[in-house]
């Protein structure tokens, strides 16, 4: 009798094609979420065609319609990278989803690289989507795009990380309340979307630097270095916060 051969008959799949099966998965349950796509892409386009409307509000000076379509994309970093992503991180901890995926072959830095990437892609439907929307308003497409890109990457890296930081330490439902009623208070004076009157103070939060980028960028192609350094700032301290309190379970 012949001994039993217990090799394996296959290999596992490499690390990045399941980070990226990972980030595909979650960008698509994003998408079909009615309560996310309210948050990501129905309230921004809202307040793109409201702020571009009411001329009493003060952009600053530039394009109007440049400068509101910029606004508005870093309120849309802001809904997918930090509200949505630390709602929907919440309760997955909560249900037990984060404790069986760490230890999955996809393990916690994959897990992690997945969200983000899930993020980012999700962040280019939003720019496209709400692109649209902005010609609609008198926004004339341009180069000047290109030069928000820094400001946009490492915004998404800044609030996924201030997302992930929230899940990871408070309870799903205490997360919930503090993620939308942080959006509100972001929106309404964070230097986001209109300058804020506070702006030494909010030039030094993720959310006035990013918002400062992105509108100078889209209004004169010009990248603002010094919001870009607050939210490295942001991004790195967030990160490193996350590796020493993030909980799993």
């Known amino acids: 009798m012949s001994a039993l051969d217990f ?25 079909r979420n009615g309560e996310q796509l309210l948050l990501t892409l129905l309230l921004p386009a809202l307040v793109l065609v409201g702020v571009t409307r ?21 309120l849309a970093v802001v809904s997918t990278a930090f509200t949505g992503q630390a709602i929907g991180t919440g309760f997955d901890r909560r249900n037990g989803v984060l ?3 760490a230890t999955s072959p996809l393990g916690r830095s994959g897990l992690l690289a997945g969200k983000v990437l899930s993020v980012l892609a999700l962040v280019v439907v939003q720019v496209v989507v709400l692109g649209v929307v902005a010609v609609f308003v008198g926004w004339e ?20 990380s201030l997302g992930l930081l929230l899940a990871g330490t408070v309870r799903a439902e205490g997360t919930l309340a503090v993620a939308n009623f942080v959006w509100v208070l972001l929106l309404a004076g964070g230097g986001l979307v209109l300058p804020s009157p506070l702006a ?31 939210l490295a700032v942001w991004a790195l301290a967030c990160s490193a916060a996350c590796a020493r309190w993030f909980r799993w379970e």
Do not use: M, N
């Open 200 to 230: 030494p103070v909010t030039d030094l939060l993720p959310s006035g630097a990013l918002g400062t980028a992105v509108r100078e960028a889209l209004a004169t192609g010009r990248v603002s270095v010094l919001p870009l350094i607050v």
């Open 7 to 31: 090799t394996p008959t296959g290999t596992a799949t490499p690390w990045a094609p399941r980070v990226l099966r990972q980030a595909g998965f979650e960008a698509k349950v994003a998408l």
């Open 99 to 101: 404790r069986l995926l």
């Open 141 to 160: 497409p341009s180069l000047h795009l290109l030069a928000a890109v820094p400001a946009i990457l490492l915004g998404v890296a800044a609030f996924t």
């Open 54 to 74: 009411v001329t009493s509000l003060d952009l600053g000076d530039g394009d109007r319609p440049a400068l509101a379509f910029g606004g508005v994309v870093a």
